[in-house]
């Protein structure tokens, strides 16, 4: 199971940009589907955004279309999350999750898809 750390959280401006990484210390991360979810204060952890493990393949949710970006370099076991034009709604804490999945290369985008998480990384957007 890969064990995941999220970085680069940090407090920004509205209108701001962060880049957020996700680093595995395990094998084989190459094999896996990544996804980033978020959890803002008093409310439910919500899907971000998801690539499958050649990173071709991305979804995003609605309320980060076009300003978010997902990206992974395999050779680094590292998945990013390029975050523009921020707002407030934005602050949360931020969790990257894996899912091994070698025979796919389809992204995952639900909570109970997997298995390992990060322990979270806190952005906080202020206007």
């Known amino acids: 199971q890969a064990q995941l750390v999220e970085s680069g959280g940090g407090s920004v401006q509205a209108g701001d940009f962060l880049n957020i990484s996700c680093t595995s210390s395990?094998?084989?991360?190459?094999?896996?589907?990544v996804g980033w979810f978020r959890r803002a204060p008093g409310k439910e952890r919500e899907f971000v955004a998801a690539?499958?493990?050649?990173?071709?393949?991305?979804k995003y949710a609605d309320s980060v279309k076009g300003r978010f970006a997902i990206s992974r370099d395999n050779a680094k076991n590292t998945v990013y999350l390029q975050m523009n034009s921020l707002k407030t709604k934005d602050t949360a804490v931020y969790y990257c999750a894996g899912r091994y999945s070698p025979w796919s290369d389809d992204y995952c985008s639900t909570l109970s898809d997997f298995r390992a998480w990060g322990q979270g990384t806190k952005v906080t957007v202020s206007s």
């Open positions: 395990g094998p084989s991360f190459s094999n896996y589907a």
């Open positions: 690539t499958g493990w050649s990173g071709v393949r991305t």
